[in-house]
Antibody
């Protein structure tokens, strides 16, 4: 069964860094564009970042541009989100999500269970 | 980034009712509009992609329509398991964005 599993969340201080990982099982991640989405406690969904299958093209939300870096290692069937200069407002559950590609309007059809990131002093 | 505005923000309905949630994009997005359902403590679930295509396994009481800037999600014959929060999402512009969500509650 296809599954995505995030890890790496935890407590970080403002200005600190964290690295999130998203591991795919049951399918080959290399065939799919991927995304990170976050959800602050009690709030809605916020798209964070996108990466193409090769990793050569990436996009970011304005709220994280210049602070977060998305990457992938297709050989390890994994994707990553390097987060730096963390702010209190980055506190959220972070989900990785599989993208269906342009023909199906980049719908996110598989989501991980999420990893909680808390930024607090 | 593109603003996605859902209405209403919350909605009360009864089992068996038909409800419609609307989503308006701040700019033209063709049919790059997807709908998700999220239940408390659960992961979002894809319902509709490309504005009107039903995701495999999703009951046919869910339907979507629209193109350009105005879209809607309709649920007919509401079932107890449909009470949840619904989000629209645009993926036409490279900075994807979600609507703020519509919470569907039992009356």
């Amino acid at each position: 069964e296809a599954e995505l599993v995030e890890s790496g969340g935890g407590l970080a201080q403002p200005g600190g860094s964290l690295r999130l990982s998203c591991a795919a099982t049951g399918f080959s991640l290399r065939s799919y564009e991927m995304n990170w989405v976050r959800q602050a406690p009690g709030k809605g969904l916020e798209w964070v970042s996108y990466i193409t299958t090769s990793g050569r093209t990436t996009y970011y939300a304005d709220s994280v541009k210049g602070r977060f870096t998305i990457s992938r290692d297709n050989a390890k069937n994994s994707m990553y989100l390097e987060m730096s200069s963390l702010r209190v407002e980055d506190t959220a559950v972070y989900y990785c999500a599989k993208d269906r590609g342009q023909l199906e309007r980049h719908a996110f059809d598989l989501w991980g269970q999420g990893t909680m990131v808390t930024v607090s002093s | 980034d593109i603003q996605m505005t859902q209405s209403p923000s919350s909605l009360s309905a009864s089992v068996g009712d038909t409800v419609t949630i609307t989503c308006r994009a701040g700019q033209y997005i063709n049919n790059y509009l997807n709908w998700y359902q999220q239940k408390p403590g659960k992961v979002p679930k894809l319902l509709i992609f490309a504005a009107s295509s039903l995701q495999s396994g999703v009951p046919s009481r869910f339907s979507g329509s629209g193109s350009g800037t105005d879209f809607s999600l309709t649920i007919t014959n509401l079932q107890p398991e449909d009470f949840a929060t619904y989000f629209c999402q645009q993926t036409y512009h490279t900075q994807y964005s979600f609507g703020q969500g519509t919470k569907l509650e039992i009356k």
